[in-house]
Antibody, heavy 117, light 112 residues
């Protein structure tokens, strides 16, 4: 059974940093591209970042470029999102999602990041 | 960059058919596949349609997807509505120029 479990969310002050993790199991993690998608409270889905299976290709949404860094450790079956210079508008549930072709076919349960003083 | 525009909400009665539209602001809707995700309250999104009109295993055939180049839009049609279909639905596609993933704003489906 495919499982994606996010962790690392919490309350952080504006300008602070946080590192999210996504633990993958039930599939060959190193064969799949992965994404982070976020959802602000009561709002829609917003794509954040993409990383290819080998980490050779990485993309970011303009809203996080220069502040967030996506990475992965295929040996540990884990995906990460380092978030720096956090702003109030970064407050959201952050999901990791497996990408199969063009489809985000599996999503984690999400981890809540709250940026507030 | 382009946007995907969806109606904010739709409602229909059980047993009826509803169609949710997703209009691409620029560039051809046919140039990149469209996916549709269902998100029930308190849950993570799940795919109901991928590659414009393909249903993942386990998704009932009451769900169907299509694209219309004349209106530059994609549509999700749900027939034989059930109360369990009540959820938010999001369309999604890609911007080939920068691999940016684009989500529509979401449509809240009420089955009453």
């Amino acid at each position: 059974e495919v499982q994606l479990v996010e962790s690392g969310g919490g309350l952080v002050q504006p300008g602070g940093s946080l590192r999210l993790s996504c633990a993958a199991s039930g599939f060959t993690f190193s064969s799949y591209s992965m994404n982070w998608v976020r959802q602000a409270p009561g709002k829609g889905l917003e794509w954040v970042s993409y990383i290819s299976s080998s980490s050779s290709t990485i993309y970011y949404a303009d809203s996080v470029k220069g502040r967030f860094t996506i990475s992965r450790d295929n040996a540990k079956n884990s995906l990460y999102l380092q978030m720096n210079s956090l702003r109030a508008e970064d407050t959201a549930v952050y999901y990791c999602a497996r990408e199969d072709g063009v489809d985000f076919d599996y999503w984690g349960q999400g981890t809540l990041v709250t940026v507030s003083s | 960059n382009f946007m995907l525009t969806q109606p904010h909400s739709v409602s229909e009665s059980p047993g009826k058919t509803v169609t949710i539209s997703c209009t691409r602001s620029s560039g051809s809707i046919a140039s990149n596949y469209v996916q549709w995700y269902q998100q029930r309250p308190g849950s993570s999104p799940t795919t109901v349609i991928y590659e414009d009109n393909q249903r993942p295993s386990g998704v009932p055939d009451r769900f169907s997807g299509s694209i219309d180049s004349s209106s530059n839009s994609a549509s999700l049609t749900i027939s034989g509505l059930k109360t369990e279909d009540e959820a938010d639905y999001y369309c999604q596609s890609y911007d080939s120029s920068n691999h940016e993933v684009v989500f529509g704003g979401g449509t809240k489906l009420t089955v009453l």
